[in-house]
Protein backbone atom coordinates (compact mmCIF):
# COMPACT_ATOMS: atom_id res chain seq x y z
CA UNK A 1 0.00 0.00 0.00
CA UNK A 2 1.38 3.51 -1.07
CA UNK A 3 0.17 6.61 0.54
CA UNK A 4 -0.76 8.71 -2.36
CA UNK A 5 -4.17 9.26 -3.31
CA UNK A 6 -5.42 9.43 -7.93
CA UNK A 7 -6.47 11.87 -9.47
CA UNK A 8 -9.82 11.56 -10.98
CA UNK A 9 -12.31 14.63 -9.78
CA UNK A 10 -13.65 17.24 -12.18
CA UNK A 11 -15.15 20.24 -11.35
CA UNK A 12 -18.80 18.92 -11.55
CA UNK A 13 -17.73 16.07 -9.22
CA UNK A 14 -16.18 18.32 -6.72
CA UNK A 15 -18.67 20.73 -6.88
CA UNK A 16 -21.12 17.61 -6.49
CA UNK A 17 -19.19 16.96 -3.23
CA UNK A 18 -19.20 19.98 -1.84
CA UNK A 19 -23.02 20.81 -2.52
CA UNK A 20 -23.58 16.95 -1.11
CA UNK A 21 -21.80 17.47 1.95
CA UNK A 22 -23.65 20.67 3.35
CA UNK A 23 -27.08 19.62 1.73
CA UNK A 24 -28.49 17.90 4.75
CA UNK A 25 -28.63 21.33 6.32
CA UNK A 26 -31.28 22.12 4.22
CA UNK A 27 -33.35 19.33 5.12
CA UNK A 28 -32.67 19.36 9.00
CA UNK A 29 -30.70 20.76 11.78
CA UNK A 30 -31.54 24.44 11.10
CA UNK A 31 -35.13 24.23 12.52
CA UNK A 32 -33.97 24.06 15.76
CA UNK A 33 -33.06 27.94 15.76
CA UNK A 34 -36.90 28.46 16.50
CA UNK A 35 -36.81 27.89 19.73
CA UNK A 36 -34.79 30.45 20.50
CA UNK A 37 -35.91 33.22 18.23
CA UNK A 38 -38.28 34.02 16.06
CA UNK A 39 -38.07 33.96 12.00
CA UNK A 40 -37.28 37.47 11.57
CA UNK A 41 -34.56 36.84 14.23
CA UNK A 42 -33.08 34.03 12.68
CA UNK A 43 -33.11 35.57 8.70
CA UNK A 44 -30.67 38.29 10.57
CA UNK A 45 -28.38 35.22 11.62
CA UNK A 46 -28.99 33.39 8.09
CA UNK A 47 -27.60 36.59 6.72
CA UNK A 48 -24.81 36.87 8.86
CA UNK A 49 -23.71 33.50 8.54
CA UNK A 50 -24.36 33.71 5.09
CA UNK A 51 -21.87 36.49 4.15
CA UNK A 52 -19.55 35.07 6.03
CA UNK A 53 -19.36 31.71 4.01
CA UNK A 54 -19.47 33.79 0.69
CA UNK A 55 -16.17 35.83 1.66
CA UNK A 56 -14.47 32.57 3.25
CA UNK A 57 -14.79 30.73 0.42
CA UNK A 58 -13.78 32.99 -2.31
CA UNK A 59 -10.56 33.20 0.30
CA UNK A 60 -10.69 29.58 0.85
CA UNK A 61 -10.26 29.08 -2.79
CA UNK A 62 -6.93 31.19 -3.09
CA UNK A 63 -5.67 29.11 -0.64
CA UNK A 64 -6.91 25.88 -1.78
CA UNK A 65 -5.90 26.68 -5.66
CA UNK A 66 -2.09 27.94 -3.99
CA UNK A 67 -1.84 24.40 -1.91
CA UNK A 68 -3.89 21.90 -3.32
CA UNK A 69 -3.03 19.48 -0.44
CA UNK A 70 -5.28 16.54 1.09
CA UNK A 71 -4.66 18.42 4.47
CA UNK A 72 -6.19 21.41 2.97
CA UNK A 73 -6.61 23.90 6.21
CA UNK A 74 -3.80 21.63 8.43
CA UNK A 75 -1.54 22.06 5.61
CA UNK A 76 -2.76 25.85 4.98
CA UNK A 77 -2.17 26.43 8.84
CA UNK A 78 1.39 24.32 8.93
CA UNK A 79 2.73 26.85 6.42
CA UNK A 80 1.86 29.46 7.77
CA UNK A 81 2.15 29.18 11.48
CA UNK A 82 4.21 26.28 11.93
CA UNK A 83 3.20 22.55 12.98
CA UNK A 84 1.17 23.41 15.99
CA UNK A 85 -0.54 25.97 14.13
CA UNK A 86 -0.76 23.14 11.20
CA UNK A 87 -1.82 20.35 14.06
CA UNK A 88 -4.75 22.81 15.99
CA UNK A 89 -6.66 23.18 12.02
CA UNK A 90 -6.85 19.55 11.37
CA UNK A 91 -8.30 18.97 15.16
CA UNK A 92 -10.79 21.73 14.13
CA UNK A 93 -11.62 20.07 11.14
CA UNK A 94 -11.68 16.61 12.56
CA UNK A 95 -14.09 17.92 15.18
CA UNK A 96 -16.55 19.72 12.64
CA UNK A 97 -16.19 16.93 10.64
CA UNK A 98 -16.94 14.26 13.29
CA UNK A 99 -19.50 15.72 14.96
CA UNK A 100 -21.65 16.71 12.28
CA UNK A 101 -21.57 13.03 10.68
CA UNK A 102 -23.34 11.67 13.79
CA UNK A 103 -25.64 14.55 13.80
CA UNK A 104 -26.59 13.36 10.29
CA UNK A 105 -26.31 10.26 10.79
CA UNK A 106 -29.20 10.73 13.60
CA UNK A 107 -31.36 12.75 11.18
CA UNK A 108 -31.23 9.96 8.57
CA UNK A 109 -32.01 7.34 11.50
CA UNK A 110 -35.58 9.71 12.66
CA UNK A 111 -36.85 10.13 8.58
CA UNK A 112 -36.52 6.20 8.45
CA UNK A 113 -38.54 5.99 11.79
CA UNK A 114 -41.04 8.55 9.94
CA UNK A 115 -40.96 6.57 7.16
CA UNK A 116 -41.29 3.06 8.97
CA UNK A 117 -41.99 4.04 12.70
CA UNK A 118 -41.45 0.07 13.81
CA UNK A 119 -37.29 1.13 12.98
CA UNK A 120 -35.53 2.55 15.69
CA UNK A 121 -33.86 6.20 14.59
CA UNK A 122 -30.66 4.76 16.47
CA UNK A 123 -30.41 1.69 14.71
CA UNK A 124 -31.29 2.82 11.29
CA UNK A 125 -28.48 6.02 11.68
CA UNK A 126 -26.11 3.13 11.99
CA UNK A 127 -26.68 1.10 9.59
CA UNK A 128 -26.92 3.76 6.89
CA UNK A 129 -23.56 4.77 8.71
CA UNK A 130 -21.96 1.69 7.91
CA UNK A 131 -23.51 1.67 4.62
CA UNK A 132 -21.43 4.45 3.32
CA UNK A 133 -18.21 3.66 5.15
CA UNK A 134 -18.11 0.66 2.89
CA UNK A 135 -18.73 2.90 -0.27
CA UNK A 136 -15.87 5.18 0.71
CA UNK A 137 -13.60 2.50 0.90
CA UNK A 138 -14.08 1.49 -3.11
CA UNK A 139 -12.47 4.32 -4.05
CA UNK A 140 -12.70 7.92 -4.54
CA UNK A 141 -14.09 6.99 -8.18
CA UNK A 142 -16.91 5.23 -6.98
CA UNK A 143 -17.53 7.33 -4.12
CA UNK A 144 -17.62 10.64 -6.00
CA UNK A 145 -20.51 8.66 -8.82
CA UNK A 146 -22.64 8.04 -5.57
CA UNK A 147 -22.18 11.32 -4.15
CA UNK A 148 -22.84 13.37 -7.43
CA UNK A 149 -26.11 10.98 -8.04
CA UNK A 150 -27.59 11.33 -4.41
CA UNK A 151 -27.14 15.30 -4.61
CA UNK A 152 -28.82 15.75 -7.75
CA UNK A 153 -31.86 13.61 -6.62
CA UNK A 154 -31.25 15.83 -3.06
CA UNK A 155 -31.42 19.33 -5.31
CA UNK A 156 -34.16 17.93 -7.13
CA UNK A 157 -36.00 17.10 -3.93
CA UNK A 158 -35.48 20.62 -2.65
CA UNK A 159 -36.68 22.66 -5.88
CA UNK A 160 -39.69 20.32 -5.35
CA UNK A 161 -40.54 21.33 -1.64
CA UNK A 162 -40.10 25.11 -2.78
CA UNK A 163 -42.40 24.85 -5.85
CA UNK A 164 -44.72 22.74 -3.83
CA UNK A 165 -44.68 24.60 -1.00
CA UNK A 166 -44.29 28.64 -2.58
CA UNK A 167 -48.06 29.09 -3.34
CA UNK A 168 -48.58 28.54 0.78
CA UNK A 169 -46.68 31.36 2.23
CA UNK A 170 -48.47 33.31 4.65
CA UNK A 171 -45.70 36.34 5.25
CA UNK A 172 -47.87 36.19 8.83
CA UNK A 173 -45.65 32.98 9.86
CA UNK A 174 -42.14 35.13 8.92
CA UNK A 175 -43.28 38.42 10.50
CA UNK A 176 -46.17 38.31 12.76
CA UNK A 177 -46.50 37.11 16.48
CA UNK A 178 -43.35 38.22 18.78
CA UNK A 179 -40.34 38.62 16.07
CA UNK A 180 -38.02 40.62 19.52
CA UNK A 181 -38.21 36.77 20.63
CA UNK A 182 -35.48 36.09 22.55
CA UNK A 183 -33.71 39.75 21.62
CA UNK A 184 -30.17 39.69 20.61
CA UNK A 185 -28.90 36.41 23.16
CA UNK A 186 -31.50 34.83 20.23
CA UNK A 187 -30.22 36.05 17.64
CA UNK A 188 -27.06 34.53 18.88
CA UNK A 189 -28.33 31.34 19.97
CA UNK A 190 -29.90 30.89 16.48
CA UNK A 191 -26.19 30.93 14.77
CA UNK A 192 -24.97 27.82 15.08
CA UNK A 193 -27.78 26.57 13.41
CA UNK A 194 -27.48 29.30 10.39
CA UNK A 195 -24.19 27.51 10.09
CA UNK A 196 -25.79 24.24 9.91
CA UNK A 197 -27.09 25.44 6.12
CA UNK A 198 -23.55 25.90 5.02
CA UNK A 199 -21.41 23.02 7.24
CA UNK A 200 -18.16 21.43 5.95
CA UNK A 201 -18.73 23.43 2.55
CA UNK A 202 -14.95 23.75 2.65
CA UNK A 203 -14.45 19.96 2.90
CA UNK A 204 -14.13 20.59 -1.01
CA UNK A 205 -10.40 21.49 -0.10
CA UNK A 206 -9.50 18.22 1.49
CA UNK A 207 -10.62 16.28 -2.24
CA UNK A 208 -8.00 18.82 -3.94
CA UNK A 209 -5.53 16.02 -4.16
CA UNK A 210 -7.77 14.32 -6.28
CA UNK A 211 -8.33 16.77 -8.63
CA UNK A 212 -7.34 16.05 -11.86
CA UNK A 213 -6.82 19.82 -12.63
CA UNK A 214 -6.32 21.75 -9.34
CA UNK A 215 -5.95 25.12 -10.43
CA UNK A 216 -8.36 25.42 -12.28
CA UNK A 217 -10.86 22.69 -11.11
CA UNK A 218 -11.06 24.15 -6.98
CA UNK A 219 -12.52 27.54 -8.11
CA UNK A 220 -15.17 26.54 -10.28
CA UNK A 221 -16.36 23.68 -8.14
CA UNK A 222 -15.71 26.09 -5.13
CA UNK A 223 -17.96 29.25 -6.40
CA UNK A 224 -20.44 27.23 -8.02
CA UNK A 225 -20.67 25.33 -4.62
CA UNK A 226 -21.41 28.33 -2.58
CA UNK A 227 -23.39 29.77 -5.01
CA UNK A 228 -26.06 26.97 -5.23
CA UNK A 229 -26.07 26.55 -1.68
CA UNK A 230 -26.76 30.32 -0.82
CA UNK A 231 -30.39 29.98 -3.29
CA UNK A 232 -31.15 26.37 -1.62
CA UNK A 233 -30.31 27.79 2.16
CA UNK A 234 -32.53 30.93 1.20
CA UNK A 235 -35.13 29.11 -0.79
CA UNK A 236 -35.98 26.46 1.92
CA UNK A 237 -36.19 28.37 5.16
CA UNK A 238 -38.85 31.42 3.36
CA UNK A 239 -41.19 28.05 2.62
CA UNK A 240 -40.91 26.26 5.59
CA UNK A 241 -40.88 29.08 7.93
CA UNK A 242 -43.96 30.71 5.51
CA UNK A 243 -45.87 27.36 5.54
CA UNK A 244 -45.89 26.47 9.38
CA UNK A 245 -45.68 27.88 12.81
CA UNK A 246 -42.05 28.42 14.26
CA UNK A 247 -43.29 25.93 17.24
CA UNK A 248 -44.05 23.12 15.30
CA UNK A 249 -40.66 23.46 13.49
CA UNK A 250 -38.52 23.96 16.38
CA UNK A 251 -40.12 20.53 17.56
CA UNK A 252 -39.77 18.42 14.87
CA UNK A 253 -36.48 16.17 13.14
CA UNK A 254 -37.82 16.51 10.02
CA UNK A 255 -39.07 20.10 9.08
CA UNK A 256 -39.70 20.05 5.18
CA UNK A 257 -41.88 16.57 5.61
CA UNK A 258 -43.89 18.42 8.20
CA UNK A 259 -44.45 21.75 6.54
CA UNK A 260 -45.93 19.38 3.54
CA UNK A 261 -48.43 17.55 6.08
CA UNK A 262 -49.48 20.71 7.49
CA UNK A 263 -50.36 22.11 4.29
CA UNK A 264 -51.12 18.44 2.07
CA UNK A 265 -52.25 16.26 5.34
CA UNK A 266 -50.40 13.63 6.25
CA UNK A 267 -49.97 11.71 2.64
CA UNK A 268 -47.96 10.70 -0.26
CA UNK A 269 -46.29 14.35 -1.20
CA UNK A 270 -45.08 14.06 2.58
CA UNK A 271 -43.86 10.88 2.43
CA UNK A 272 -42.37 11.33 -0.85
CA UNK A 273 -40.33 14.18 0.69
CA UNK A 274 -39.09 12.23 3.44
CA UNK A 275 -38.10 9.48 1.07
CA UNK A 276 -36.13 12.23 -0.99
CA UNK A 277 -35.04 13.80 2.06
CA UNK A 278 -32.89 10.66 3.17
CA UNK A 279 -30.42 11.21 -0.42
CA UNK A 280 -29.84 14.88 1.13
CA UNK A 281 -29.01 13.28 4.89
CA UNK A 282 -27.11 10.29 2.49
CA UNK A 283 -25.28 12.98 0.71
CA UNK A 284 -23.60 14.88 3.31
CA UNK A 285 -23.18 11.40 5.02
CA UNK A 286 -21.25 10.45 2.28
CA UNK A 287 -19.40 13.55 1.60
CA UNK A 288 -17.86 14.06 5.18
CA UNK A 289 -16.94 10.81 5.27
CA UNK A 290 -14.77 11.14 2.41
CA UNK A 291 -13.91 14.83 4.60
CA UNK A 292 -12.66 13.43 7.16
CA UNK A 293 -10.73 10.32 6.20
CA UNK A 294 -9.00 12.46 3.76
CA UNK A 295 -8.08 14.81 6.62
CA UNK A 296 -6.93 12.13 8.84
CA UNK A 297 -4.84 10.44 6.25
CA UNK A 298 -2.94 14.20 5.34
CA UNK A 299 -2.10 14.32 9.46
CA UNK A 300 -0.88 10.79 9.34
CA UNK A 301 1.12 11.43 6.48
CA UNK A 302 2.34 14.68 8.01
CA UNK A 303 3.34 12.82 11.25
CA UNK A 304 0.19 14.34 13.19
CA UNK A 305 -1.20 11.16 13.27
CA UNK A 306 -0.14 7.68 13.55
CA UNK A 307 1.28 6.17 10.22
CA UNK A 308 -1.00 3.50 10.11
CA UNK A 309 -3.56 5.69 9.20
CA UNK A 310 -2.01 6.84 5.84
CA UNK A 311 -2.06 4.04 4.19
CA UNK A 312 -4.04 3.57 0.79
CA UNK A 313 -5.48 0.74 -0.28
CA UNK A 314 -5.17 -0.31 -4.36
CA UNK A 315 -7.97 1.72 -5.51
CA UNK A 316 -6.61 4.96 -3.84
CA UNK A 317 -8.96 4.80 -0.51
CA UNK A 318 -7.17 5.35 2.44
CA UNK A 319 -9.07 2.37 4.11
CA UNK A 320 -7.70 2.25 8.30
CA UNK A 321 -8.49 6.53 7.92
CA UNK A 322 -12.11 5.51 7.05
CA UNK A 323 -12.91 2.95 9.40
CA UNK A 324 -11.00 4.29 12.44
CA UNK A 325 -12.45 7.53 11.90
CA UNK A 326 -16.00 6.20 11.37
CA UNK A 327 -16.07 3.84 14.38
CA UNK A 328 -14.79 6.96 16.67
CA UNK A 329 -18.34 9.00 15.01
CA UNK A 330 -20.42 6.03 15.19
CA UNK A 331 -19.99 6.50 19.12
CA UNK A 332 -21.36 9.75 19.01
CA UNK A 333 -24.49 8.75 17.19
CA UNK A 334 -25.21 6.26 20.68
CA UNK A 335 -25.82 9.37 22.47
CA UNK A 336 -28.46 10.48 20.16
CA UNK A 337 -28.02 14.34 21.33
CA UNK A 338 -28.56 15.98 17.44
CA UNK A 339 -28.65 19.30 18.56
CA UNK A 340 -25.95 19.38 21.08
CA UNK A 341 -23.63 17.45 18.55
CA UNK A 342 -24.55 20.54 16.15
CA UNK A 343 -23.08 23.25 18.41
CA UNK A 344 -19.76 20.89 19.33
CA UNK A 345 -19.15 20.93 15.79
CA UNK A 346 -20.09 24.15 14.77
CA UNK A 347 -17.28 25.04 17.36
CA UNK A 348 -14.57 23.11 15.26
CA UNK A 349 -15.53 24.70 11.99
CA UNK A 350 -15.73 28.30 13.61
CA UNK A 351 -12.10 27.48 15.13
CA UNK A 352 -10.80 26.22 11.17
CA UNK A 353 -12.01 29.37 9.42
CA UNK A 354 -10.26 31.63 11.97
CA UNK A 355 -6.90 29.51 11.68
CA UNK A 356 -7.52 29.46 8.13
CA UNK A 357 -8.06 33.12 7.32
CA UNK A 358 -5.00 34.48 9.79
CA UNK A 359 -2.95 31.33 7.67
CA UNK A 360 -4.28 33.66 4.00
CA UNK A 361 -2.87 36.67 5.68
CA UNK A 362 0.41 35.42 6.60
CA UNK A 363 0.65 33.41 4.03
CA UNK A 364 0.81 36.70 1.66
CA UNK A 365 2.90 38.12 3.81
CA UNK A 366 5.41 35.74 4.50
CA UNK A 367 4.97 33.80 1.14
CA UNK A 368 4.04 36.97 -1.42
CA UNK A 369 5.77 34.83 -5.03
CA UNK A 370 3.94 31.53 -3.85
CA UNK A 371 1.87 30.52 -7.12
CA UNK A 372 -1.69 31.77 -6.65
CA UNK A 373 -3.75 30.78 -9.52
CA UNK A 374 -6.72 32.19 -8.01
CA UNK A 375 -6.28 35.37 -5.75
CA UNK A 376 -9.29 36.95 -4.18
CA UNK A 377 -10.06 40.67 -3.76
CA UNK A 378 -7.49 41.16 -1.40
CA UNK A 379 -7.41 42.66 2.00
CA UNK A 380 -11.02 43.13 1.87
CA UNK A 381 -12.71 39.89 1.78
CA UNK A 382 -10.93 37.97 3.80
CA UNK A 383 -11.13 41.02 6.51
CA UNK A 384 -14.60 40.08 6.57
CA UNK A 385 -14.78 36.72 6.50
CA UNK A 386 -12.50 36.76 9.54
CA UNK A 387 -13.71 39.40 11.54
CA UNK A 388 -17.25 37.56 11.48
CA UNK A 389 -15.81 34.16 12.09
CA UNK A 390 -14.52 36.06 15.25
CA UNK A 391 -18.43 37.39 15.59
CA UNK A 392 -19.58 33.68 15.05
CA UNK A 393 -17.14 32.45 18.20
CA UNK A 394 -18.62 34.99 20.23
CA UNK A 395 -22.03 34.20 19.60
CA UNK A 396 -21.67 30.19 19.46
CA UNK A 397 -19.64 30.67 23.17
CA UNK A 398 -22.08 32.96 24.99
CA UNK A 399 -25.41 31.24 23.38
CA UNK A 400 -23.44 27.47 24.46
CA UNK A 401 -21.45 28.00 27.85
CA UNK A 402 -22.58 23.94 29.29
CA UNK A 403 -21.16 22.78 26.03
CA UNK A 404 -17.81 25.01 25.75
CA UNK A 405 -16.47 23.18 28.39
CA UNK A 406 -16.49 19.44 26.48
CA UNK A 407 -14.71 21.61 23.73
CA UNK A 408 -12.52 23.47 25.82
CA UNK A 409 -11.50 19.75 27.56
CA UNK A 410 -11.31 18.49 23.81
CA UNK A 411 -8.92 20.76 22.54
CA UNK A 412 -6.68 20.33 26.00
CA UNK A 413 -6.64 16.59 25.75
CA UNK A 414 -5.42 17.16 22.18
CA UNK A 415 -2.56 19.35 22.94
CA UNK A 416 -1.40 16.92 25.63
CA UNK A 417 -1.67 14.55 22.57
CA UNK A 418 0.70 16.60 20.29
CA UNK A 419 3.23 17.62 23.09
CA UNK A 420 3.85 13.42 24.21
CA UNK A 421 3.38 11.98 20.29
CA UNK A 422 6.00 15.12 18.80
CA UNK A 423 8.26 14.15 21.75
CA UNK A 424 7.84 10.41 20.78
CA UNK A 425 8.46 11.48 17.24
CA UNK A 426 11.45 13.17 17.73
CA UNK A 427 13.06 10.08 20.35
CA UNK A 428 12.22 7.58 17.15
CA UNK A 429 14.00 10.22 15.15
CA UNK A 430 17.37 10.69 17.52
CA UNK A 431 17.37 6.63 17.55
CA UNK A 432 17.44 6.21 14.08
CA UNK A 433 20.19 8.69 13.43
CA UNK A 434 22.16 7.47 16.19
CA UNK A 435 22.13 3.63 14.50
CA UNK A 436 23.18 5.51 11.25
CA UNK A 437 25.74 7.14 12.94
Not at 63 to 73: D, F, K, V, Y
Not at 161 to 175: H, M, S
Amino acid sequence: MKNELKKTLKPVQLWGIIVGMVISGMYCGWNYALEFTSPVGFIIAILIVTIFYTTFMFSYAELSTAIPHAGGPSEYASKALGKFGGFIAGFSCLVEFLFATPAIALAIGAYINFLIPAVPAVLAALIAYGIFVIINCLGIEAAAKVELIVTIVAIAGLLLFIGAGAPNIKLNNIFGGDILKGGLSGIFSAIPFAIWFYLAVEGGAMSAEECKNPKKDIPKGFILGIGTLVILALGTFFVTAGTSEASILSATDSPLPTALEGIYGAGLLSKAMSFIGLFGLVASLHGIIIGYSRQAFAMSRSEYLPKFLSKVSSKGAPLYSIITMSLIGMIFVLTGQTAVIIVISCFGAVALYIISMISLFILRNKEPNLNRPFKVSYPIVPAIALVISLVLLVAVTISNLSTVFWVVGAYAVAIIYYIVYSKIQASNVEEVNSEII
